[in-house]
């Protein structure tokens, strides 16, 4: 596997823009997204488990029951969450536009928005700018540049990967762009996340890889808790790479290449790619000035490993801590004890359990088997005051191993969410 250029336009067949049409007030930034396969696609996707869903989410829901679409189309500036039945007029005519444009059926289009909640959304500009989305309509990096930059928000770091890995002799490219840096703790997926690809592949088993690939990517990003109203994330397949075989789950007639199956090696590099815009978005978090890491080994199962590195990871106090570069260790067990409480499965002994922080500047032992260890503060503080930290937690009761991105919790986090919608 291969990172090359190009994002959602280096799959072949797919095309991209990004334009202003006005949604966000007083600003001179991109608002409008449209991704655009000339093709029919298969497709999948994964949506927020918030109760309360906005509009684009339960309209994509609708159009994505029978797994085929062509297109999304994106805005950015208005969450169109909350808004009731006008809302879902709304979205249904953000789908309409896309389709009156590009000469297909409302139904092959995924809708996403993102933005201010319980705000209406003015779909009218959309529709009056529909027009200039097809004339812009481009399959270079550019038409992906402009398309990621229209969906984002609070984002100060762009989040973009394409890879390409060969499939039954052909080459076949992944790629994808995400926007999110507050309201992240996923139990789905992230803010956004659009991804393509132009392998040949089952829709059961592109369904089934990017569930997986969200299982162990997604699902362990946290921000600040709060899982969002429009969580999304989508794939479309066009086929385009021709890969001799189309990639199955079973891939009962694919050549094994290094003891892997065409589906695994499809599903590692999407999981690859998605894992790689999950740390970017941890990395990006609204105010924050580190990445922190966490992995917990030896846990009873993965999910027990996932359950407690993400309760640590989500911890306001060792986020605090994290920015204060203070080795609170007691903080990071604090966290597990509580999952373990009120998380079934999410059980562990503390007295079997060893915690290290490491860094570029080094890595220091400050528990062992529940109790306090001898390590030094200032080597503690060096290694916690680099801008990439990660926190190592051993339990000794199995093999289970699961590794969750999230970042520390800073003054300007308050600062932007307590003024995000003036």
């Not at 969580?231 to 021709?242: P, T, W």
Request: glycine share 10%.
């Amino acid at each position: 596997m291969i990172e090359i250029k190009g994002g959602v336009c280096a799959p072949k067949g797919f095309l991209a823009t990004g334009i202003r049409c006005g949604i966000k007030p007083g600003s001179q930034k991109k608002d409008l997204a449209l991704i655009y396969s000339q093709k029919s696609c298969n497709a999948a996707a994964v949506f927020t488990n918030n109760k309360v869903k906005a509009a684009s989410i339960r309209l994509s829901q609708e159009h994505i029951a029978d797994g085929k679409l062509r297109a999304i189309i994106a805005n950015s500036g208005n969450a169109n969450a909350c808004t009731g039945r006008e809302g879902m007029d709304a979205a249904r005519r953000m789908a309409q536009a896309a389709s009156g444009i590009l000469s297909i059926e409302p139904s092959q289009v995924a809708v996403a928005s993102t933005g201010v909640i319980g705000v209406p959304l003015p779909v009218d500009l959309i529709e009056k700018n529909a027009c200039l989305l097809k004339a812009s309509l481009r399959d270079d990096e550019q038409g992906h540049s402009d398309a990621l930059e229209a969906i984002m928000t609070t984002d100060t770091r762009r989040k973009e990967i394409a890879v390409e890995i060969e499939i039954g002799g052909k080459p076949v490219r992944i790629g994808a762009m995400a926007k999110g840096s507050g309201m992240i703790h996923p139990n789905m997926a992230t803010m956004l996340a659009f991804i393509t690809t132009d392998a040949a592949i089952t829709g059961g088993a592109l369904d089934s890889s990017l569930r997986h690939a969200v299982k162990r990517s997604f699902n362990r990003l946290t921000v600040d808790g709060d899982t969002s109203t429009n969580d999304m994330a989508v794939i479309l397949a066009n086929g385009e790479a021709m890969n001799k075989e189309q990639i199955t789950i079973n891939n009962e007639h694919s050549e094994m290449i290094n003891g892997k199956s065409d589906y695994d090696i499809f599903s590692g590099a999407l999981e690859h790619v998605c894992a790689s815009l999950a740390r970017m978005m941890a990395r990006d978090g609204e105010g924050a000035t580190k990445l922190v890491t966490v992995t917990v080994t030896g846990a009873g199962s993965e999910d027990t490993a996932q359950a407690l590195a993400k309760s640590v990871a989500s911890s306001s106090l060792v986020k605090a801590a994290c920015f204060g570069a203070d080795a609170n260790w007691g903080r990071v067990l604090c966290a597990m004890g509580y999952a373990s409480a009120s998380m079934p499965g999410a059980d562990f002994d503390p007295e079997k359990t060893s915690v290290s922080f490491k860094s570029r500047a080094g890595e220091v032992q400050v528990c062992r088997d529940g109790g306090p260890v001898s390590f030094s503060e200032e080597k503690a503080k060096l290694i916690l005051l680099e801008e990439e930290v990660e926190i190592f937690i051993s339990l000794r009761e199995g093999n289970g191993t699961a590794s969750v991105w999230g970042c520390d919790l800073t003054y300007d986090y308050v600062k932007i969410n307590g003024d995000y919608r003036s």
